[in-house]
């Protein structure tokens, strides 16, 4: 049996050499390489470290994974380099379940409390001798339990239902091994498998978890992830975390476990101590905001509005694509394509005009299609924004309006898009947008600013939320036009953008001229004065002359009649929000909205802080 040879320090397969389980001298030339495969059985070079897990929640390491490295100092100390080696020499399933052995061993020798992750690949998992139970003899001579252990499926490879290694899968858990999907997102096999498996834990892989703090496409891929993992019953584990501010923004998200670098490196040890400490420290720090970015036309290409629609080619009879449009009624263009090359439109009432002249059926039907086509149609790549097809649409010619386009990817043919479905994606995409972002300013709008006011009061922490509006905003518009309105507008977003702290403090533009404002930062109240005398000092250049001078101007008051105003101010109210003073975001928004009104009764720039039942406690935040 192979595992025999194992437990005798030596590594063999059948038909690979000699006594020894070594190939024979003349079988392979590479005896520098198959000494370190010996070497790492037989002398004990191959080496375990291992690096902790940590638990979210309770601050602590929740199990370590087994990792395998080589011998120190050579080309093959790396599990990659060693591993591969094997791999072609035959030997990988062998170094697996030897390194599996060790870690187990070494595991149960330092009576480490919590689980261990060992690796495994599906070519392994496959071998007999799993489904055999030698996993379980490993576990009973070393005095561990199957729910100590964790079976890491180390590639995502799709797994056939009917194979061996699923078989094997099964084995384990019915043995009571829990198992783990590793570099989840990498591809579509591990989705598959996730979804057919129902993994205890799914491993996010490091792409998506490092820098993901002022990334928000990676931010909305592990909040999905994380969003199916509570559907599915899995627990989310985020690697390659190395980062102070991308711990905070996985954490926020409500992941369970994490592993990186800065809760603890691989070593020979097990460390439970620096990632409690880790924790605790982490704890006390504010809250991150959520790098933002709504949906965008400018991110929606032709490729989500492209249909495919079977071509003709430009030798095909005109009474072949007159009788396709008679049978499809919904049918409006069909492209004309040679060898996967677009060469133009026919357009559905071109055809059926022409053949409803007298004779022109007669006279054109057996004839080329191509005579008919537009040949000089708007052409796209998949990868267009449907803004700039938009652009292209409205400079063009009319007849590319009524035509519609044809989508290419690599010149290739794909399929073909209509201007009625083009205005219909734009026209969904603003409403998404405006739900999101606001396009003036491009801040967060209603949604974000909902959801991160949520998220702080979910968590327990204690901010400020500020609500700002302009005093005599309406009248300044009517008098100097929406375009100087609109930099009034953009002035007050760059001033509390700037005088707010970039990591833990949120900008959100309600709409018009209301901004809300989330502050973690200590000094939230010099910043809002702040805010209010960079907006004072710069507004009055957006006045003429006279009005400054006069520290007023002359406008329509709602009934049309002519009234003094005062330079146009900001007013900025300011709600304290402890633990348990509020239960959901439109209690807050409530309350800031009434600290507003408070703001907006004194005249010129004002703050108005709702002290009377929340009174500010002390938030630490970070340098910057």
């Not at 601050?59 to 380099?81: D, M, Y």
Request: a neutral charge; glycine letters at 8%; one cysteine or more.
């Amino acid at each position: 049996m192979l595992n025999q040879g194992y437990e005798k320090g030596l590594l063999f397969r059948p038909g690979h050499g000699g006594a020894a389980g070594l190939p024979m001298d003349n079988e392979l030339p590479h005896k520098a390489e198959l000494r370190v495969l010996s070497e790492c059985v037989a002398q004990g070079s191959l080496r375990t470290v291992f690096q902790p897990i940590m638990d979210f929640r309770r601050g602590c390491v929740f199990a370590h994974e087994a990792l395998a490295r080589g011998p120190a100092g050579t080309a093959f100390e790396s599990p990659t380099a060693l591993f591969e080696l094997a791999r072609q020499h035959g030997f990988s399933s062998d170094l697996e379940l030897l390194a599996v052995r060790k870690s187990l061993k070494r595991f149960a020798d330092r009576g480490a409390p919590g689980k261990l992750f060992i690796n495994f690949s599906a070519p392994t998992l496959a071998e007999r001798r799993i489904e055999g139970g030698i996993i379980l003899q490993y576990l009973q001579r070393y005095g561990l339990t199957p729910k100590q252990v964790v079976i890491e499926l180390s590639e995502s490879q799709a797994i056939a239902h009917t194979s061996p290694a699923w078989s094997a899968l099964l084995k384990c858990r019915n043995d009571g091994l829990e198992i783990a999907i590793d570099d989840l997102g990498e591809g579509f096999a591990s989705l598959r498998l996730w979804s057919e498996l129902r993994p205890e834990y799914v491993k996010v892989d490091r792409h998506f978890v490092h820098g993901i703090h002022r990334d928000p496409v990676k931010l909305q891929i592990a909040r999905a992830i994380q969003h199916i993992a509570q559907v599915a019953g899995s627990a989310v584990i985020a690697e390659g975390i190395e980062e102070a501010a991308d711990f905070q923004v996985v954490r926020d998200l409500g992941i369970s476990y994490c592993q990186g670098f800065l809760i603890g490196r691989p070593t020979l040890g097990l460390d439970a101590d620096s990632p409690a400490s880790l924790w605790k420290q982490m704890s006390r720090e504010p809250v991150l905001a959520f790098p933002m970015s709504g949906p965008s036309v400018n991110r929606v290409t032709a490729r989500k509005i492209q249909q495919r629609v079977d071509p003709v080619a430009p030798d095909t009879e005109n009474d072949v694509v007159y009788a396709r449009f008679e049978s499809e009624p919904d049918l409006l263009v069909i492209p004309v394509v040679d060898r996967e090359t677009p060469r133009g439109l026919i357009n559905r009432h071109s055809i059926i005009d022409r053949f409803a002249r007298p004779y022109r059926r007669e006279l054109y039907g057996r004839k080329a299609c191509a005579a008919f086509m537009n040949d000089k149609p708007l052409v796209v790549d998949a990868d267009t924004s449907i803004q700039e097809i938009s652009m292209m649409l409205t400079e063009g010619n009319d007849r590319a309006l009524f035509d519609g386009f044809i989508v290419v990817e690599r010149g290739r043919y794909v399929g073909v898009g209509t201007s009625q479905n083009l205005i219909r994606e734009i026209n969904a995409q603003q409403v998404v947008a405006a739900r999101y972002s606001n396009p003036l300013t491009l801040l967060p709008g209603n949604v974000p600013i909902a959801e991160h006011i949520t998220r702080l009061l979910s968590l327990g922490r204690e901010f400020v939320v500020c609500y700002a509006d302009l005093d005599n905003f309406k009248p300044y518009n009517d008098i100097y036009g929406y375009h100087r309105g609109d930099e009034v507008i953009q002035l007050l977003a760059r001033e509390l953008s700037d005088a707010c702290h970039p990591q833990i403090d949120f900008v959100g533009h309600v709409g018009g001229d209301d901004f809300v404002t989330v502050l973690q930062s200590p000094d939230w109240e010099q910043r809002c004065r702040k805010a209010l005398a960079a907006f004072g000092e710069r507004i009055v250049g957006l006045f003429s002359e006279g009005d400054r001078q006069r520290g007023s101007f002359m406008a329509e008051d709602r009934r049309g009649n002519q009234q003094c105003f005062d330079l146009t101010s900001l007013s900025i109210g300011a709600v304290v929000v402890e633990r348990a003073t509020f239960n959901t975001h439109s209690e807050v928004a409530a309350a800031a909205t009434e600290a507003k009104k408070m703001a907006k009764r004194e005249r010129g720039n004002a703050l108005f802080v709702e002290r009377r039942r929340y009174p500010v406690s002390s938030i630490k935040p970070p340098a910057g």
